[in-house]
């Protein structure tokens, strides 16, 4: 089981084509991964090592006097915007100039690595000869053999089942986003619980718990979900009554990586474009059940609240999800085998049992945990949702492609270990791909470029800085030599609240500061008036600028995607053709000559 080499081969004689090609194509993925995760190290260490030019993060280091407004209603405190100084160098790493090339890189990345695993598998499985193997025909075969009375299914379309079936799977949806909103007021409720503890370290870190409680309640959910989102899903294919296996296989696998889409990525959806700019701004919050105030991004960014979250759910699921993988199973085992029948020790025994090794071998198989028809269906669907992980947001945390490289040097010899030491052996199922998996993939690459368009352009604060840097900063004046573009971006993306505008101006704290001095204005992120508080000239230059950076990047990410995917699918196109014509070419040549 040589699996860092050259790992089909020995688990297609074992466990046959199936198994083998999933091996095959984790360890081309897991090659790969190191790839995209070079640059992202890099990104990293340059976003460290340029702490000290960063002009932004100077300026909110070194403002003491800039008053910020408070985070909630009751007991509140004002606090000075350079208690943020951490989290906003923290945010540098992965928010500076070079996130958008490497997000525009992972884009190409997950081109080239699908169209390369293509030739990769056209060649594995023109060598095994099954380029021209057709899946359905041959579950209709062995349906047959194994049932020679059986009545074959012949294709019937229901409108009333599918319209029934779309429905319930619509309403499940529902409730999973339903699920992504009750993590949102959990957060709003926590804040203010923080806020108001009597640990002083918690009220100064209300937020940040929140965002760090709420993301383990979501691996929570997850967890709980999972299972549900499969028994919906099979119930669900159940209404279809589709004809084959492999049909049945492909249904469910689309329901159920839906489901699972919607189960891990709609609180990340809600943090990376809807917070902070649904909730209002000070004198006119919006609130949940008209008391507790909808919660806003981190003070240092909101892409930090989603860098957070991110990091905690892989690190969770990449270790205790892990954990209990294979603890379970192999505790399963420990627990039966003190039950198992015990073998005779005659020598008449032996005898047998040396001409029958065969036997043992299926008795010891047969003692282990049980297998099912989608035990390598889990292998695929975690696979996917960490590939969703490593691509969709991966310009808010670009050591996803890491934390997967490291995960999957462990995966690909658990999973092994699993099949053979653990398990039963799965009966051996031809295949000549990876089936429906491939164009999960496709539409996964394509999410992840619209995705990362809008995290740059919406979440991060990479288009701000670029209009008051060619449009507002020193730069665009003559005399700036020495200066940095970016001198007074911190103030200038603040605006000014009076404080005796606040709604419930009586039930907050004394409006003072360290020094004693009374505040009457607060700052706050955002482009609105002091007057009337209705948005500036800025709000609208900046809104623009995002919607041009994003349609342009959507385009150019685009098209270069599709432009690789054209010139790497030309290789493989003659490659298999290639292929099938040899294997052709030599059936004719024994049919005519015979065997030598």
């Known amino acids: 089981w040589r699996i860092s080499f050259y790992v089909y081969l020995p ?4 466990f046959g084509e199936k198994v083998a090609l999933y091996f095959a194509w984790l360890r081309w993925y897991t090659y790969v991964l190191l790839i995209a995760a070079v640059p992202g190290i890099i990104l990293v260490i340059y976003g460290f090592m340029s702490f000290s030019s960063s002009q932004v993060s100077q300026e909110i280091c070194a403002a003491n006097t800039t008053i910020m407004c408070p985070l909630c209603d009751q007991k509140c405190p004002f606090w000075p915007l350079s208690d943020t100084c951490t989290y906003a160098k923290l945010t540098h790493l992965f ?3 070079g996130t958008v090339l490497f997000a525009i890189f992972m884009a190409l990345w997950a081109t080239v690595y699908l169209e390369l695993w293509k030739r990769q598998r056209a060649k594995v499985v023109s060598e095994w000869n099954l380029y021209w193997w057709d899946e359905e025909e041959d579950d209709v075969a062995l349906e047959i053999i194994s049932n020679p009375d059986c009545d074959i299914r012949k294709y019937q379309h229901s409108y009333v089942r599918t319209t029934i079936m779309l429905i319930l799977f619509a309403l499940m949806i529902c409730v999973l986003i339903g699920i992504a909103q009750a993590l949102v007021v959990y957060r709003v409720v926590v804040t203010v ?8 370290f918690f009220r100064e870190r209300a937020t940040t718990m929140a965002v760090v409680t709420g993301a ?3 691996y929570l959910s997850i967890i709980i979900m999972s299972k549900v989102n499969r028994h919906v899903a099979e119930y669900l294919c159940e209404l279809e009554k589709p004809r084959t296996f ?10 159920i990586f839906i489901l699972q889409f919607f189960t891990h990525f709609s609180s990340l959806i809600y943090i990376a474009f809807f917070l902070g700019r649904i909730n209002g701004h000070p004198g006119n919050y919006v609130r949940v059940a008209g008391k507790w105030r909808l919660e806003e991004c981190h003070p240092s960014g909101c892409l930090l609240d989603l860098f957070i979250q991110m990091a905690i759910i892989m690190t969770l699921k990449q270790t205790l999800s892990h954990f209990q993988e294979y603890l379970v ?4 085992n420990q627990w039966r085998k003190p039950f198992a029948k015990p073998r005779h020790d005659s020598k008449i025994h032996a005898e047998n049992s040396a001409q029958d090794q065969c036997k043992d071998d299926w008795l010891d198989n047969y003692q282990l945990n049980e297998v099912s028809a989608f035990s390598l269906f889990n292998e695929f669907l975690e696979m996917m949702i960490q590939y969703s992980f490593t691509t969709i947001f991966v310009a808010a945390f670009p050591l996803a492609p890491l934390l997967a490289f490291f995960n999957n040097l462990i995966e690909i010899r658990y999973d092994a270990y699993k099949m053979v030491k653990l398990q039963r052996r799965m009966v051996p199922r031809k295949a000549k791909d990876i089936g429906i998996w491939l164009q999960v993939l496709e539409a996964i690459g394509i999410l992840a470029v619209i995705a990362n368009g809008l995290v740059i352009s919406i979440t991060s604060d990479f288009i701000p800085m670029q209009v008051y840097k060619y449009t507002l900063g020193p730069c665009t004046q003559k005399n700036d030599a020495g200066t940095d573009c970016l001198t007074g971006y911190v103030n200038h993306s603040l605006s000014v609240f009076s404080v ?4 419930n101006r009586n039930e907050m704290s004394d409006p003072t500061d360290s020094m004693g001095n009374k505040i009457t204005h607060c700052r706050y992120r955002d482009y609105r008036n002091s007057d009337d508080y209705s948005y500036t000239i800025e709000f609208w230059h900046v809104f623009a600028a995002r919607l041009v950076f994003l349609i342009l990047f959507e385009v150019s990410a685009l098209g270069r995607k599709l432009y690789v995917e054209g010139r790497l699918w030309q290789s493989p196109h003659r490659l298999v053709w290639g292929a099938g014509a040899l294997h052709l070419l030599e059936d004719a040549s024994l049919s ?4 030598q």
């Not at 619980?193 to 002083?200: G, I, R």
């Not at 492999?246 to 329901?255: A, D, G, L, P």
């Open 11 to 14: 688990f297609r004689m074992y």
């Open 95 to 97: 928010d500076n100039e």
């Open 193 to 200: 619980l923080f806020a108001h503890s009597n640990s002083e």
């Open 216 to 218: 383990v309640l979501h």
């Open 246 to 255: 492999s049909e049945r296989e492909k249904n469910f696998t689309v329901k």
């Open 329 to 332: 199973p192999w505790l399963k």
């Open 500 to 503: 005796q505008d606040f709604e």
């Open 592 to 595: 005519v000559l015979g065997p």
